[in-house]
């Protein structure tokens, strides 16, 4: 019988399993692990390296501390570990980057779903609805009440403007300003966000086919769109960039660069394109390597 893994298991003595993050050896230990079990030192060994290698990593840098962190770590450990034990993972080309989207996309989630007070999938439709108004955040009617903010005694003003901010709305804006049209970006977007992180054997950025396809763009145009707003298991995409540092961040030269490369064919990839951006900004303002 299978049962779920013990995450804390690896830090009792005895456990001495080296991994190493290659496609070849984390065949080999999942071998290893259909013999032993996922209570054996392998198992224990690799999920303790997802959770504090990926998944920790990962928590921090869209901006999660404290109980909201680990909650969400707890989750993106979990579903890695399912992903772990899918035969798919063992045929496909880059299966430590599909490991990485399924985390980053898992933290995200709950980050998402916390606004909205739903499961991840739902707020992530919900987030893209919230541009127009449709609906908003799950607010407590506690800290309202706290706050100082009274029961309307009478039918709220039909003309009040609807508040329409948050992830999705900084996302189409950064795509609107490399030259991406409203409607197109809107589209681009819904299509990102609504992609399953199921795993591809023929590529680490699931949903890049269906979009060029759907929308009509080149397959370039649609893979760097993917990966520039999802990112990769080790560079945070614009999407995460806007959780962790707020709707702003779209106008930084990091995010601008990235996205320009979705514009132009002869550019490099949005990954190569940011870092060198982050490059030469260090190099403009040396105070930041010193902080």
Request: with cysteine.
């Given at each position: 019988?299978?049962?779920?893994?013990?995450?804390?298991?690896?830090?009792?003595?005895?456990?001495?399993?080296?991994?190493?993050?290659?496609?070849?050896?984390?065949?080999?230990?999942?071998?290893?692990?259909?013999?032993?079990?996922?209570?054996?030192?392998?198992?224990?060994?690799?999920?303790?390296?997802?959770?504090?290698?990926?998944?920790?990593?990962?928590?921090?840098?869209?901006?999660?501390?404290?109980?909201?962190?680990?909650?969400?770590?707890?989750?993106?450990?979990?579903?890695?570990?399912?992903?772990?034990?899918?035969?798919?993972?063992?045929?496909?080309?880059?299966p430590w980057g599909i490991l990485g989207q399924v985390a980053r996309r898992q933290l995200l989630g709950e980050i998402v779903a916390a606004r909205f007070a739903t499961n991840d999938r739902r707020a992530w439709k919900l987030e893209v609805a919230s541009r127009y108004g449709a609906v908003?955040?799950?607010?407590?009617?506690?800290?309202?009440?706290?706050?100082?903010?009274?029961?309307?005694?009478?039918?709220?003003?039909?003309?009040?403007?609807?508040?329409?901010?948050?992830?999705?709305?900084?996302?189409?804006?950064?795509?609107?300003?490399?030259?991406?049209?409203?409607?197109?970006?809107?589209?681009?977007?819904?299509?990102?966000?609504?992609?399953?992180?199921?795993?591809?054997?023929?590529?680490?950025?699931?949903?890049?086919?269906?979009?060029?396809?759907?929308?009509?763009?080149?397959?370039?145009?649609?893979?760097?769109?993917?990966?520039?707003?999802?990112?990769?298991?080790?560079?945070?995409?614009?999407?995460?960039?806007?959780?962790?540092?707020?709707?702003?961040?779209?106008?930084?030269?990091?995010?601008?660069?990235?996205?320009?490369?979705?514009?132009?064919?002869?550019?490099?990839?949005?990954?190569?394109?940011?870092?060198?951006?982050?490059?030469?900004?260090?190099?403009?303002?040396?105070?930041?390597?010193?902080?």
């Amino acid at each position: 019988m299978t049962t779920t893994p013990d995450p804390t298991a690896g830090d009792e003595p005895g456990h001495d399993v080296r991994v190493v993050r290659d496609r070849a050896s984390l065949l080999s230990m999942l071998s290893v692990i259909d013999s032993e079990g996922w209570d054996g030192p392998t198992g224990t060994a690799l999920l303790n390296y997802v959770r504090e290698r990926i998944v920790r990593p990962l928590a921090i840098s869209v901006g999660l501390r404290g109980a909201a962190a680990s909650q969400a770590e707890a989750t993106a450990w979990q579903a890695l570990w399912v992903e772990l034990t899918k035969p798919a993972l063992r045929t496909a080309t880059s299966p430590w980057g599909i490991l990485g989207q399924v985390a980053r996309r898992q933290l995200l989630g709950e980050i998402v779903a916390a606004r909205f007070a739903t499961n991840d999938r739902r707020a992530w439709k919900l987030e893209v609805a919230s541009r127009y108004g449709a609906v908003g955040p799950a607010v407590s009617l506690d800290l309202l009440l706290e706050a100082g903010w009274e029961p309307a005694s009478e039918d709220p003003d039909p003309s009040a403007p609807l508040h329409a901010g948050g992830l999705a709305e900084a996302a189409c804006r950064a795509l609107v300003l490399v030259g991406w049209s409203e409607q197109m970006a809107t589209k681009i977007l819904a299509m990102v966000l609504d992609t399953s992180t199921r795993v591809d054997d023929r590529t680490q950025f699931p949903g890049w086919r269906a979009m060029a396809s759907a929308l009509g763009i080149p397959a370039w145009q649609a893979r760097r769109l993917t990966i520039a707003l999802r990112g990769t298991s080790d560079w945070p995409g614009v999407l995460a960039r806007i959780v962790a540092e707020g709707p702003t961040v779209v106008e930084s030269p990091v995010v601008h660069t990235a996205l320009m490369t979705t514009r132009r064919h002869s550019d490099r990839s949005p990954v190569l394109a940011a870092r060198r951006a982050e490059e030469a900004a260090t190099d403009a303002c040396p105070q930041r390597r010193a902080g």
